[in-house]
């Protein structure tokens, strides 16, 4: 195998783990918050229904950490073995954050086993919901230290570098890095915000293949309420993100945005293809870029011809950070349609198209996460740590590449069909409506 073909497949192997494990990983992020949202209505208002919406949420969640668990191993084992040269260089200066997710994993792990275990112990709910907050805290906190991670590789400092080896290592700097707090937010909005159209599209889904229950109607309610909520807040700091990448990653700005020329008044270009290095068939919006860049219609926006060329990312992310967008957008309406449609009454929210475009709003919430990931990761080629060690450099020179690549394609393949079989299963054994009348009749039962 060449060295051209190790570098492909390692880089293959990397985006299959990382584009399966993002679905499990953003759901095991996002879904303790509905839960505890979900039962923190329920204690309030005092309804049955929000309170089994927490229970079931719950025990499907169990099912997706544990893949997720999985899938999140095999990332540290493929740092190893295909990256060697990258952890033998910045392996001391990401130890801490990568030592920090395991603690915030085992700490979300342990308190939702006792979550799960004393259902129905408690007399007052509210001490049983107290128990979730760790839950969602570690969940989240483990998405807080593995993108610090990848925001070094994108923002490394915290080192010196001394005759190619990095001496005088600040793990604390190298945490707090430029890229920290916009990835980091971006993330975890955007998990919350994935969650929430998944289980949105459940809840559609239910409707239109089911009874007009209003269990699932108070489901699909809450859960769009929630995605609206956190659609709006991904998008600004999406913008937040776009500032970040024209001061301290120009070039990859450059590249998502077909920004050849470096010139004041920038136009942000909108779809189109890219025929024989010409733009063709975009939308162009005059002055946008400048203005999402620098907040300033008349600024000056780095363009790709201030880069070597072996320095610019592929252009094709052009095309990942359209459909980001797009997704983004079409959510933010479709919920926003059906928060408005619930308050005045609207006959269109319960048509069957419109509960079956929300029914594609949940996949469609995970494709604008792979993109959005896609995006992050292609836009920083040709480096892996940005500026000091380039991809080529840091895979390995094993010729089994190969082989491992469809060993984990296969083992992705029986999770991630295992966990589907296993999830429809569970609920299908125990459905909305039998649920809430053995819940009625412990209630009776204790004269409550």
């Not at 929000?50 to 099912?63: E, K, P, Q």
């Not at 937010?185 to 559609?204: C, D, E, N, P, R």
């Not at 880069?307 to 592929?314: A, E, G, H, S, V």
């Not at 990931?373 to 920083?380: A, F, I, Y």
């Amino acid at each position: 195998m060449s060295e051209y073909q190790t570098v492909l497949f390692s880089r293959g192997l990397t985006e299959l783990t990382l584009s399966f494990h993002i679905i499990y990983a953003t759901i095991g992020v996002g879904i303790p918050l509905m839960i505890m949202i979900a039962q923190w209505v329920g204690i309030k208002k005092k309804d049955d229904h929000y309170i089994l919406l927490a229970r079931r949420w719950a025990r499907g969640f169990v099912i997706t950490v544990s893949v997720g668990v999985v899938t999140g191993t095999a990332i540290g084992l493929q740092l190893s073995l295909l990256w060697p040269h990258f952890m033998q260089l910045a392996g001391n200066v990401i130890a801490l954050p990568l030592f920090m997710e395991t603690f915030a994993f085992f700490f979300e792990a342990i308190f939702l086993g006792i979550y799960l275990y004393t259902w129905d112990r408690f007399k007052n709910q509210k001490r049983h919901l107290l128990l979730l907050i760790p839950v969602a805290v570690g969940a989240s906190c483990s998405a807080i230290f593995i993108t610090i991670v990848n925001a070094f590789m994108n923002a490394p400092q915290g080192f010196d570098i001394v005759h190619g080896q990095l001496v005088n290592v600040n793990p604390v700097k190298a945490m707090f890095n430029p890229a920290m707090p916009t990835k980091v937010s971006h993330v975890l909005m955007s998990a919350y915000m994935t969650s929430a159209f998944v289980l949105a599209s459940i809840g559609a889904f239910r409707l239109l293949h089911g009874t007009e229950h209003i269990y699932h109607k108070k489901a699909l309610f809450l859960t769009l309420k929630l995605g609206f909520i956190f659609s709006i807040m991904t998008a600004l700091i999406g913008d937040f993100s776009g500032k970040y990448l024209a001061e301290y990653q120009p070039e990859k700005l450059a590249a998502a945005e077909w920004h050849f020329d470096t010139e004041r008044g920038a136009p942000l270009l909108v779809y189109g293809v890219l025929e024989n290095g010409q733009v063709k068939h975009a939308i162009k919006i005059p002055d946008a870029l400048s203005f999402l860049a620098h907040d300033s219609f008349n600024s000056e926006v780095t363009g790709l011809d201030r880069f070597p060329k072996d320095d610019i990312p592929p252009l094709y992310i052009h095309y990942l950070f359209d459909s980001m967008v797009t997704i983004g957008i079409l959510l933010t309406i479709l919920s926003l349609g059906h928060v408005i449609g619930v308050l005045r009454g609207w006959g269109l929210i319960k048509t069957k198209w419109f509960r079956w475009i929300t029914v594609l709003g949940g996949p469609l919430s995970v494709l604008a996460i792979e993109t959005g990931w896609w995006l992050d990761e292609v836009g920083r080629q040709p480096w892996i740590l940005r500026g000091i060690l380039r991809t080529k450099d840091a895979a390995t020179a094993s010729n089994h590449v190969d082989t491992m690549l469809w060993l984990f394609a296969g083992l992705y393949f029986v999770l991630g069909v295992g966990s589907v079989v296993v999830l429809k299963r569970m609920f299908q054994k125990n459905s909305v409506e039998k649920e809430l009348q053995d819940r009625a009749a412990v209630k009776a039962g204790a004269g409550v």
